[in-house]
C-alpha cells in the first residue's frame, strides 16, 4: 500500500519560515518524481516545485529564490524549506509522487501565514 505522509505545516508569521516533509512508502522511491504543490482555498491546486530523480528542479515562479525542494532517497523523503513566507503562501500543501502511470498524493498540509 502507497503512502505519502506530509508533515511540518503550521502558522507562521509573515517573512518566517517552514520546512515540509514527506515521508513516502510502498513505492521505490528513488525512482519517481518528487513534488509539492498547493491549494488555496477558491483556487485550482497548483505546483510549488518538483525535483526529478537526478534531481532537477522547478519551481512556480512565484516562489523562486524563496523555496527550496531537495530528495533524501536513503529515508524516502522530499523537503520543502519555504522562506520569507508571505500571506499569498497560505494554503494546503500536498506532496505528489510520479512514475509513468503511477502518481500518489498525500493527505495535504495546511500552511497557514499571518500578515
Known amino acids: 500500500q502507497v503512502q505519502l505522509v506530509e508533515s511540518g505545516g503550521g502558522l507562521v508569521q509573515s517573512g518566517g519560515s517552514l520546512r515540509l516533509s514527506c515521508t513516502a512508502s510502498g513505492i521505490t522511491f528513488y525512482i519517481y518524481k518528487m513534488g509539492w504543490y498547493r491549494q488555496a482555498p477558491g483556487n485550482q491546486r497548483e505546483l510549488v516545485a518538483r525535483i526529478t530523480s537526478g534531481g532537477s528542479t522547478n519551481y512556480v515562479d512565484s516562489v523562486k529564490g524563496r523555496f527550496t525542494i531537495s530528495r533524501d532517497n536513503a529515508n524516502s523523503t522530499v523537503y520543502l524549506q519555504m522562506n520569507n513566507l508571505a500571506s499569498e503562501d497560505t494554503a494546503v500543501y500536498y506532496c505528489?509522487?510520479?512514475?509513468?502511470?503511477?502518481?500518489?498524493w498525500g493527505k495535504g498540509t495546511l500552511v497557514t501565514v499571518s500578515s
Open positions: 505528489n509522487a510520479k512514475w509513468y502511470n503511477d502518481d500518489y
